[in-house]
Structure formats: C-alpha cells, structure tokens
C-alpha cells in the first residue's frame, strides 16, 4: 500500500518536548498531528535502538547486558502505553472533539505498542537463550541480522526528515520498506541449507526465525501506522485549506 506525498506546515516536537510535555496534551487535531507525528518517529528510532542493543549484548554473550536490553525494552513499551492511553482517555470523556482524529492516532498507537511488545518479548527470548548456554550465532547470521539493523536505519532516516522537513519522500520510504522485506525473504531461505552447514539445533533456528518475524511485523504495522499518519494529515490540511478559503470568502 502506497502512501500520497504529503506536507505539514508545523514544527515537529523534539523527543525531549514529547516526553516533558506529555501532560499538556490537547484533543485538538492539529495537536494531534503534531504528536502523532513526532511519536512516530521517537517511538520507531527508540526501537531500533533496544533492538541493536539486544543483538549486541547478544553476541558479545553478554548476560548482563541483556538484562539491561530487557529493561530498556520494557520502558520502551511502557512509554507507548502511556501515550496511547492519554490519549484515548481524553478523546472518549471531551465533548466535541473529532472521533476520526481519535481514531487514527489510537490507531496508530496501537500498531506502534503491539511492535514493543513483540520487541520486549524477543529481548527477553535472547536473554534466556544465553543464560541457558545455548549457541550464539556468528559467521553470516551475525552479519545478516547486523544487516536488518542498517535498513531499519535507513527506514528511520526518512522518518527523520519527514519531522525535521515536513515532507514525506514516499518512494523513497517504499523502496526501503520494500527491499527489507526481501531481505528477510533471502535469509529465511538461506537458513533452510545453514541448518546442515553450521549444525543448528532447533532452538538456535527458532530464535533466529523469531527475530526475522519481529522486523517483518515491525514493518507491516508500520505500513499501517504510516498510512494513518497519512490521514490525519490530509483531514489536518483539508480543514487548513477550508478555513483559508473561508477567510478569503470574507
């Protein structure tokens, strides 16, 4: 699915404004938008971030460190729950605020909790393989999950300037999105003949399959969380537009 170009006038929240300023928030739309907007790109990055940590740790066989990624995944996921729940509470106890606005940032929020909780739970799959002594990959695996992190950056990178811009490059965001995808097609085949060649064992595929699943949904949820970004642009413009023509009419 394909997302139109859009443009926003407003200047994004920076990550800190997002965390401090939580308790200011508002149900008007325009808001909305802009934080919507700002969170997606914090909570993705964030993401990103708890991820490479845990793949690190991991293959340095560093226990402790990865009880340190498995906090930083839980505070990750705990952050979008406040988020999420804010907001929905204050869109259903305010009259008059704009369901459809509502919807698409609970949407979104939505999607953005069920990929740390899918995050939090492969860290902590990680963490026990280790402390149970089971094998760590190195070789190829290493480098082809290294490699998911890389194109999870570039991903990030036109998330980036989309808040720092107010453009979204959307082919660009698409052709990214969609080489990932083929990349993790590419090395869950290629696992079928490393199994014999590195002498797997079912729990070590497994794992590895498991994390292939977590980038995979990371990006359909996002595809959708995109999308609902998208619209609450187009409806946030669309009143711009309306109001401008009015003003004129005047």
Known sequence: MRIKQLTIKENFFSKDDLVAEKQDASTDPFVIRQRLNASIDHIFARSIAVFEEALDQFFDGNLKGLKKAKAHALEAYDEVMKIRHEYYTMARQEEGVNQ????????????????????????????????????????????????????????????????????????RLDRRMHRTHEA????????????GEEKLS???????????????????RYNIVFLMQKELNDQCNRALLENEQKTGEE
């Open 100 to 171: 459809d606005v509502c919807h698409y940032y609970y949407r979104a929020l939505t999607n953005m909790k069920e990929v740390s909780l899918s995050l939090e739970t492969i860290v902590r799959m990680i963490h026990d393989h280790v402390a149970n002594s089971h094998r760590i990959y190195n070789g190829q695996l290493q480098q082809d999950l290294y490699s998911l992190v890389s194109s999870l950056k570039s991903i990030e990178e036109v998330l980036t300037f989309y808040k720092n811009e107010g453009v979204m490059d959307v082919q």
């Open 184 to 195: 993790i097609d590419q090395m869950q085949a290629n696992l079928i003949s490393r199994i």
């Open 202 to 220: 079912l729990r070590s595929t497994e794992l590895y399959l498991s994390i292939l699943q977590l980038v995979r949904e990371l990006l359909n």
